[in-house]
Nanobody, 122 residues
């Protein structure tokens, strides 16, 4: 059974950094992983994704240059380093996994975690 569990969320001030982690269990090799987020009253949106070997990454324009996605396959973990956080980054962040190659559509991933809250105060 596949499980994804996010951690690292919290409350920070604008300009601060946070690092989210996602621990995966039961997943197979050669799958992409990534992050989505959903703010209150808004649609869920793509944040970042990374291929199995980490050779390919993709970022939403809104986080490009501020967020960095990485993974450690030996530990079955994926991370999202978030720097220069802004109030508009406030959302529940979800880890996703599935399929080959990075994707921007939630529907193309097979698994997702329960989410972790990130709140950025101004």
């Amino acid at each position: 059974q596949v499980q994804l569990v996010e951690s690292g969320g919290g409350l920070v001030e604008a300009g601060a950094s946070l690092k989210l982690s996602c621990a995966a269990s039961g997943t197979s090799n050669n799958i992409a992983m990534g992050w989505f987020r959903q703010a209150p009253g808004k649609e869920r949106e793509f944040v970042a994704a990374i291929s199995w070997y980490g050779s390919s990454t993709d970022y939403a324009d809104s986080v490009k240059g501020r967020f960095t996605v990485s993974r450690d396959n030996a530990k079955n973990t994926v991370h999202l380093q978030m720097d220069s956080l802004r109030p508009e980054d406030t959302a529940v962040y979800y880890c996703v996994a599935g399929g080959a190659g990075t994707k921007r559509s939630w529907a193309l991933y097979d698994y997702w975690g329960p989410g972790t809250q990130v709140t950025v105060s101004s």
